[in-house]
């Protein structure tokens, strides 16, 4: 059984730095793409960056710069660091795991930023 939990979410104000974690279990986590998701209220849930299991990595536009996805398949964990957050980045992010075209996903943790 795929479980994905995720962690470090919480409360930041404007310009500071969050560091999401996501353990993952049940899979063979080397050879799975891991992404990051997040969803706003009232919105869709959106791409914020993957991982391949070669490595190459994807960003939303709107990340770039700002957000490093890594993977430490040793701890089977992804990560996802977060500087210079936006109030536009408050949203609920979602672990992502993804192998021939099946997904598994986390619980999703809270970020919120705000003053």
């Known amino acids: 059984q795929v479980q994905l939990v995720e962690s470090g979410g919480g409360l930041v104000q404007p310009g500071g730095s969050l560091r999401l974690s996501c353990a993952a279990s049940?899979?063979?986590?080397?050879?799975?793409?891991m992404g990051w998701y997040r969803q706003a209220p009232g919105k869709q849930r959106e791409l914020v960056a993957s991982m391949t299991s070669g490595g190459t990595t994807n960003y939303a536009e709107s990340v770039k710069g700002r957000f490093t996805i890594s993977r430490d398949n040793a701890k089977n964990t992804v990560y996802l660091q977060m500087n210079s957050l936006k109030p536009e980045d408050t949203a609920v992010y979602y672990c992502n795991a993804h192998f021939n075209r099946a997904d598994d996903w986390g619980q999703g943790t809270q970020v919120t930023v705000s003053s």
């Open positions: 049940g899979i063979i986590f080397s050879i799975y793409a």
